[in-house]
């Protein structure tokens, strides 16, 4: 038995019940692809060094640290 088949008997679908889950799916997958190339042209895109800078503790704490010429 094809695969295709041994699913559909498996799961007791009918030929439509059994197309119309796998536009669903297809529909799914292509809109997670669509979902996950837009959020990696957004992280490309993205001005990393400020947002490092902005979000680290580290850098928080070095931010009040004044520089090191008004040192005596």
Not at 10 to 16: M, P
Request: proline letters at 3%.
């Amino acid at each position: 038995m094809v695969r295709l088949e041994q699913w559909i008997s498996e799961e007791a679908l009918s030929a439509e019940e059994a197309t119309a889950r796998t536009t669903g799916r297809l529909a799914l997958t292509q809109v997670m692809m669509a979902n996950s190339i837009t959020s990696l042209r957004a992280i490309g895109q993205m001005e990393w060094r400020s947002f490092v800078e902005e979000q680290s503790r580290v850098e928080a704490v070095l931010r009040t640290d004044p520089p090191a010429s008004t040192r005596g």
